[in-house]
């Protein structure tokens, strides 16, 4: 969606309970939170289906093909008939409360990706729908933009057999390429998106939902592990200093406390007619400021759960008091308020009467939690590799039947007409481009690369080689990317690479793109231009000559050894500006002439 909106849909979202009469957890605390939901609107191309008043259409023919060949790719089982369901989100990521998604493929004894650690299998292959594009989100409120909802979205999940963050990583980049050798997924950061999830002995399942850059995943894993080791250590001291038993539920007012106070930000809550409340947790000195990530401690998990169940910016604990403006009589005072100990620590919670008891309840249960260990949890990830807490686990109750869409026979005939077109796998690719004169090297790397699609493009009516294509897209693309900082699309890179002449040197490419794609010149413009700029070869006979006659000593000493240093000298001059192998030929015609 580009410039202003033509319309605006506020909306609120509520929990509601499953066929049986259950209430998702996950589901629960977005509606605790109360939020309203803004959604953008454009009517240039949205419809009534996205803003949830008209029934949803039937699975596009293309996109459930699409589906199927992915799964079939993987040699995974199709079901017998598709039945589309309902996936309840109230985060207002979706319109109608819920995402609709549908089984395609379960995975068996040959849907394996290979790893350098061994097999991994795949579980299942669903075709979901994407949720709309958040614009802004507050503790009251959030915003979205509709124009990507309903993008289709492939899930696949795998078994439980990763055992490594490096296997994590190298199953996930696999996964990746294989469904690029499709060629029916978009490129580029966050077309992909990752969910880990990761449990280890002793600990708990977590969910990490986001993962965008891949190279992140062995991070993300590692620091996981970390939370949760630290986590179990938390509990064993705890254990040994307090137990549940001691740990009621029993908030104290503390806005007397600080009427007064040097807090900044007490004071300015206070003075809009906000409150101070705080809790004893009795034994848990010392264990609130415990690092369980680099930069995240005990309290940053408690201040999570404050403001995803109270919508509050945190808490304030005394492990790190005083401070913030708060001063150590403030802090006696607290203290003798919550008739808390020396062993005792003490949470802090400022805001508006409701979401301060929200607040304090959910982070009394999560204090409760850490006697036992580590909780399951969906986490967000975060760009320094850590995570933190979005929300319950989800549980059964969140998936029910789509009653609008009816269930989708997949016949043996469709399938069949899919497998006949199935791509090559990533081997065969690389075999086949080892035949077109590719170093087995260069062929693995454009397979694994974003290239790879417009290589095939291209090839097909080109008059450049396999080897010179392959070469720019490999090597001096990503080199003018890192110099001017920009990357071209496949619409300013094909049409070039496919009508680039065979009368001017390759190392012109670079010039003819600039003066495209950044000039805004017509291809016809650019090869008129490049052709006035391109030297012929009496301009370079003329200066090789001239070169040879200069270091005629080292040439005489070194034979046809010095070719190579004069080359190097020759296209400091040339360079762009005619071919390379010319420019060679002519040095070494040159060199042999002299020394006969």
């Excluded at 729908?129 to 309903?150: C, K, P, Q």
């Excluded at 065969?428 to 095939?456: D, I, N, T």
Aim: charged fraction near 30%; hydrophobic fraction near 40%; include cysteine.
């Amino acid at each position: 969606m580009s410039g202003e909106a033509s319309g605006r849909v506020i909306r609120r979202l509520r929990s509601s309970a499953s066929e049986l009469g259950e209430l998702d957890p996950a589901a629960l605390a977005e509606a605790s939170r109360g939020r309203v939901f803004t959604y953008h609107i454009d009517d240039s191309f949205n419809c009534l289906v996205e803003l949830d008043e008209e029934p949803p259409h039937l699975i596009d023919d293309e996109i459930l093909d699409a589906a199927l060949e992915m799964a079939l790719y993987f040699n995974m089982t199709v079901v017998d008939e598709a039945r589309v369901m309902r996936k309840t989100v109230i985060d207002g990521s979706n319109t109608s409360g819920f995402q609709r998604t549908l089984l395609v493929a379960l995975g068996n004894d040959k849907s394996i990706v290979e790893t350098g650690e061994g097999p991994v299998r795949l579980k299942s292959l669903c075709l979901e729908e994407e949720s709309a594009f958040i614009v802004e989100s507050g503790r009251e409120s959030a915003e979205y933009r509709l124009d990507r909802l309903g993008i289709p979205l492939v899930e696949i999940a795998t078994e439980p057999d990763i055992k490594s963050p490096t296997q994590a990583l190298e199953a996930a980049e696999e996964v990746g390429l294989a469904l690029r050798m499709t060629g029916k997924v978009m490129r580029g950061l966050g077309t992909i998106r990752q969910d880990i999830n990761i449990s280890i002995e002793g600990g708990a399942r977590q969910e990490i939902k986001g993962v965008q850059n891949l190279k992140l995943i062995p991070e993300i894993i590692e620091r996981e592990v970390m939370r949760q080791t630290n986590l179990i250590k938390l509990r064993d001291i705890l254990r040994k200093k307090s137990s549940p038993e001691k740990f009621a539920y029993n908030p104290v007012e503390l806005t007397d406390v600080f009427q007064n106070t040097g807090s900044k930000m007490i004071s300015k809550a206070l003075s809009k007619g906000d409150v101070v409340y705080g809790l004893k947790a009795p034994g848990f000195k010392g264990l609130l400021g415990m690092e369980l990530q680099p930069g995240r401690r005990f309290g940053t998990e408690l201040a999570d759960y404050a403001r995803v169940w109270g919508g509050l910016q945190g808490i304030i604990h005394t492990d790190e008091l005083p401070g913030y403006g708060i001063s150590e009589a403030e802090v006696k005072k607290v203290f003798e308020a919550l008739k808390a100990s020396e062993e005792d620590a003490a949470i802090i919670v400022v805001g508006e009467p409701a979401r301060v008891e929200a607040a304090l309840r959910a982070v009394y249960r999560r204090m409760l939690q850490a006697f036992n260990g580590v909780p399951c949890e969906t986490r967000r990830a975060l760009e320094d590799g850590n995570t933190d807490y979005l929300r319950p686990l989800p549980g059964s109750a969140r998936m029910y039947p789509e009653t609008d869409i009816p269930p989708i026979p997949i016949t043996a005939e469709r399938l069949e007409r899919i497998k006949r077109a199935l791509p090559k796998k990533p081997q065969e690719k690389v075999r086949e481009l080892e035949e077109m004169g590719l170093s087995s090297h260069m062929a693995q790397q454009l397979v694994r690369s974003h290239y790879l699609p417009v290589f095939e493009k291209v090839l097909k009516n080109t008059s450049l080689s396999p080897l010179a294509l392959a070469s720019f897209l490999l090597n001096t693309l990503p080199y003018m990317r890192r110099e001017s900082g920009r990357e071209y699309d496949d619409e300013e890179l094909i049409p070039l690479l496919r009508t680039f002449p065979s009368d001017l040197p390759r190392e012109m490419i670079p010039d003819a793109l600039v003066l495209f794609a950044d000039k805004g010149m017509s291809l016809s413009e650019v090869y008129e231009e490049l052709r006035r700029r391109k030297v012929g070869e009496d301009e370079v006979r003329a200066e090789a000559k001239k070169l040879v006659e200069e270091n005629i000593s080292y040439v005489r000493e070194k034979g046809m050894g010095s070719v190579k240093m004069l080359m190097g000298r020759m296209m400091e001059k040339f360079r762009g500006l005619v071919d390379g192998s010319t420019v060679y030929r002519i040095i070494e015609e040159e060199v042999k002439r002299r020394l006969e």
